[in-house]
């Protein structure tokens, strides 16, 4: 009840109920593509690259979202035109990204004046208070984009996903597609970074996927219910991040792997009850 109240009282926490219910919805649509392509590995490479986009906009004093955006979008376009050309191991390019645009952050975060350590741990773990309304308005519009997409082009993607050679038989772009899917997902991983925090970012996009893949393996399925179940854990997370004065990505995260143990320990009792009958 008292969360309830402050809701209604504080902007701030509004402002963060809002990005919950808006990352949730896109983190789920676009961790169903990424999961299913099995580039989960991509999207940790995106989400740590952003951080030297960060780390560069703190010492310039500059928009933070702006450098991450700039960092992330390029990371995902350049991983994505290596492994089509593949003059480098998609792996391979990924570790170098990753490990270069957390080096880059943690360096240019240090040669910040006033640099204090609250600002890195609120870019690596989330921070509820530093949710904008101006966040929340990012996400909203590519959210609205996201779900208006996956809409109109649920069965090109899909195909994409799944088999990109079946779907380059069929016509379809896939080309076009991974393009599109990499800058999507660059853009939904910075604007949740100030919800999740860079190092926790990445379970949002597997985990519920990973829930809902328990009930079934039809990726329309998975893409309806894979966001709302991060919508879900994330309210719930945001509530014990409130209640216990914890980071919010910690409080989301252990949310969602209590939901996925429970949710397999259900499924494998419901097992054994079907094979003694």
Not at 94 to 118: D, E, N, T
Request: glycine share 10%; aromatic share 10%; proline share 3%.
């Amino acid at each position: 009840m008292e969360f309830l109240n402050d809701l209604l009282q504080y902007a701030y926490l509004r402002h963060a109920l809002a990005a919950c219910v808006l990352s949730g919805i896109t983190c789920g649509i676009i961790g169903t593509y990424v999961v299913c392509r099995r580039m989960v590995f991509l999207a940790g490479g995106i989400t740590h690259a952003s951080f030297g986009g960060l780390g560069l906009a703190y010492w310039l004093g500059a928009d933070p979202v702006l450098g991450a955006t700039a960092f992330a979008v390029a990371s995902a376009l350049g991983i994505e035109w290596v492994s089509e050309r593949g003059r480098i191991r998609e792996d391979s390019a990924i570790g170098i990204v990753w490990s270069v645009g957390m080096a880059a952050g943690a360096f240019f975060m240090s040669l910040r004046p006033g640099y204090v350590s609250g600002d890195l741990a609120a870019s690596l773990f989330g921070s509820i208070v530093t949710v904008t309304a101006a966040d929340v308005r990012s996400l909203a519009v590519l959210t609205a984009v996201v779900v208006a997409g996956a809409a109109l082009w649920l069965r090109p993607v899909m195909y994409a996903a799944f088999d990109r050679s079946f779907a380059r038989s069929r016509g379809i772009r896939t080309r076009a597609i991974g393009w599109c899917m990499a800058v999507l997902t660059a853009l939904a991983i910075v604007l949740s970074i100030r919800i999740m925090g860079i190092v926790l970012l990445i379970s949002l996009v597997t985990l519920p996927v990973a829930i809902v893949n328990l009930f079934s393996r039809s990726y329309r399925t998975i893409a309806l219910w894979a966001p709302l179940t991060a919508v879900a854990g994330n309210v719930a997370g945001l509530w014990l991040s409130y209640r216990f004065e914890v980071p919010p990505g910690a409080a989301i995260i252990f949310v969602l792997v209590l939901a996925l143990i429970s949710v397999k320990l259900l499924s494998l009792r419901s097992e054994k009850l079907h094979c003694r009958r």
